[in-house]
Nanobody, 125 residues
Framework: QVQLEESGGGLVQAGGSLRLSCAAS????????MGWFRQAPGKEREFVAA????????IHARPVKDRFTISRDNAKNTVYLQMRSLKPEDTAVYYC??????????????????WGKGTLVSVSS
């Protein structure tokens, strides 16, 4: 059973930064695509960023492009989301997820098969 545990969320002022981490159990972390997603109150879950198994390919959603950066350390079974220039509209519960392949049209799971429980990011104006 794969377990994903997010950490690093919290309250931050607009313009600030946070780095989220997601630690994964299991020996096969390096074989899978990892992604970050978020869900704001009253809204549907949306894609934030994804990274290939090797880390050589990344994709970021347009609202966060140039502000957020996804990365991974396969030796530590961890994926990161560095968030800069945070805005109040970034407020959401952030989830990490694992999948064989990111499928942007396969809503709501986007091709991911395991999900963490999420970490709350609150951005004050």
């Amino acid at each position: 059973q794969v377990q994903l545990e997010e950490s690093g969320g919290g309250l931050v002022q607009a313009g600030g930064s946070l780095r989220l981490s997601c630690a994964a159990s299991g020996r096969t972390f390096g074989n899978y695509t990892m992604g970050w997603f978020r869900q704001a109150p009253g809204k549907e879950r949306e894609f934030v960023a994804a990274i290939s198994w090797s880390g050589g390919s990344t994709i970021h959603a347009r609202p966060v492009k140039d502000r957020f950066t996804i990365s991974r350390d396969n030796a530590k079974n961890t994926v990161y989301l560095q968030m800069r220039s945070l805005k109040p509209e970034d407020t959401a519960v952030y989830y990490c997820a694992r999948g064989a392949r990111f499928q942007p049209r396969s809503i709501p799971d986007y091709g991911m098969d395991y999900w963490g429980k999420g970490t709350l990011v609150s951005v004050s104006s």
